[in-house]
DNA sequence: CCGGTGATTGACAGCGCTGTCAATCACCGG
DNA sequence: CCGGTGATTGACAGCGCTGTCAATCACCGG
């Protein structure tokens, strides 16, 4: 590898000791500002950067965060892993990812055997992940802070999420208002939490508009594809289906605009149907898919600074405090509810 | 941070040195089988895991190698990525991002500070920053390993990739066995090098079938679905349109078939649609896509275990030796160009 | 049984940084 | 001008590992 400054060198060259320029490099306080300076000035004419291993080694942190995930949309992770390494960047963190199965029975020994591994400073843990009260109680017993990505039901951990369910109770009005009242709905994957809100959502416009939930109209999914699919197939092979499909996330709708498609339905005329994320595929379907955009690159970007200020912070014990932050979310009105 | 078992403790409980742990962990040879055996089955007991930032510091090597991409689709990089990461759980290596814009002036400096930084052993390097020469000249003088993942036109790395000509030619071989004689093609980035070679695979194949290559059935999109779809208005918005359109990649195939759809021609009756990649996307449009599918995950595990492969070998300065691995691509046959 | 050879092992320095703690400094009130 | 206080700085140990090199070992042929 190509040799690099080291701090030894800033330190001569700024004459004074490794430890002061230490100091500066972590923003400690107690460093006159013209010593500040002068350390900066040397650093940015020396192109210095800090060996992350020292740190690692030599400090109690590793500059380190983890991301865990479970097999998200690509889309999903893409977005996702974009806001928080940019997060990270602006600090000098690095990243660690770990891609594992919820389902696994030894899911929380090998999530602690990697945190003791990696000593990664911190988590992002993203669903359905977040929705294991005992995976995130090993994390806190390990006493690794970690913040939840999207809402999180059990367990008080800061979490950065939009409000899943007025997302779907206004979706769930905007189909109402365009005229629907046999609205069908397709729950998303049990184990995430989100799940459930988007369809408290969906029912709480419907009770508003004192329409009925019809339970033949719930169709349980799994947020992918092939389930909304088969359950558009199901719903629409009858002479009496439903107006609209509120699918709880874009593949599952996508899903159902294939299926509409199949069976020579017309969409939005026939069956309107709308999702929900924002997905590039949304967009790329025909035709586009009505739904509600989660700024997910910035609730990465948010959920790794929030991440970032309880590792600065020191321990940051008081798991109590979790605060919870909430995005702005976005209805997409498109063709697939209204006509283009 | 949750305290971890040392190399010192491992030596302990087996009774040899610290140096002789090392040894075995780092595979070393010329350690007794005996011996080997004894330590192995008390780091298996101790549940020892080498600490990563003491390895880099006081190694030559970081045990860590990056990954460069500019924006790719998010499918290809959640594929390419789980690849990597398998290729480096294997051998206990960590994996670095590096979103970078190809377009960026000052690329080669910026990527040249990050090696230094960040010590990486290695890098991959995806399309279309491995189609430039002076990354991959700056990042050779900088003596880091480099394997190139896709085709690679100009300087001579390994790389893993398909046949992308070969893919094309066939594919379009597969439209003109359908029927077709009036054939559009859709090229991909300029910037890309594999756009290139997909073109060379079409012209191939047509001249092959004595079939003339229509320069105004000939436009130059940019791998993205909304040039996809422009060039799609434009060229079904004539009556006498061509019968089919291959596109370079499918999130420009979808494009077309939304333009398609808008223009209320029937696929592939009135269009047929011909992408490359076999992205998610590719499956759930309507029709689904004809496409050729590139083993995208596989094609990362290579690389990676390539460029682990040449770490490993110490300085690997013989850049000539460049080798090629080709992985086998696989034409997928759907809706988009065949009726159902 | 002896010296020689190569395989096996260990002692020790040092990678570049941070944490600890002591030394020094600047500046205050009396 | 003096002692006292808190801000500022630096000396030094040590984080857990690998590289170097020397010591020791096993085993050979004569």
Redesign the pocket.
């Known amino acids: 590898m190509a040799v690099?400054v080291?701090?030894?060198d800033v330190a001569k060259a700024a004459?004074?000791?490794?430890?002061?320029?230490?100091?500066v490099?972590?923003k400690e306080?107690?460093?006159?500002p013209?010593?500040?300076e002068k350390v900066l000035a040397v650093i940015e004419r020396l192109h210095?950067?800090?060996?992350l291993s020292?740190?690692g080694?030599?400090?109690?942190?590793s500059y380190m965060i983890g991301l865990l995930y479970d097999s998200p949309s690509p889309s999903y992770l893409a977005n996702l892993q974009a806001g928080v390494l940019e997060a990270c960047q602006d600090v000098n963190y690095g990243l660690a990812l770990r891609p594992v199965a919820y389902g696994d029975a030894e899911l929380c020994t090998k999530v602690i055997d990697w945190l003791r591994h990696t000593m990664v400073d911190g988590v992002l843990l993203t669903p359905p992940l977040c929705d294991s009260v005992a995976l995130i109680d090993a994390i806190k017993d390990a006493g690794v802070p970690c913040v939840v990505v999207s809402s999180t039901g059990p367990g008080s951990v800061p979490a950065v999420m939009i409000d899943e369910k007025e997302a779907a109770r206004q979706m769930t009005q905007h189909l109402i208002q365009s005229g629907h009242r046999s609205i069908a709905f397709i729950k998303g994957h049990p184990d995430h939490y989100a799940s459930k809100q988007r369809f408290d959502g969906f029912v709480q416009a419907m009770q508003e508009a004192a329409l009925t939930v019809d339970t033949d109209l719930v169709k349980q999914g799994y947020f992918d594809f092939s389930s909304g699919k088969k359950i558009g197939e199901d719903m629409l092979n009858t002479h009496s289906h439903p107006t609209a499909i509120f699918a709880s996330n874009d593949d599952m709708a996508a899903g159902v605009i294939h299926a509409a498609h199949r069976l020579k339905l017309s969409v939005p005329g026939e069956i309107a149907v709308a999702g929900f994320d924002d997905t590039p595929l949304s967009r790329q379907i025909w035709p586009s898919l009505t739904t509600v955009r989660q700024p997910i690159r910035r609730i990465g970007q948010s959920a790794c600074d929030m991440l970032l200020a309880s590792i600065a912070d020191g321990g940051c014990q008081n798991a109590d405090t979790s605060t919870i932050e909430q995005l702005d979310f976005e209805l997409k009105i498109r063709g697939s509810s209204a006509p283009e």
């Open positions: 690099s080291t701090i030894v004459s004074v000791s490794i430890k002061t320029v230490s100091r490099v972590n306080a107690n460093v006159r013209a010593t500040r210095y950067r800090p060996n020292a740190r080694l030599a400090g109690k942190r």
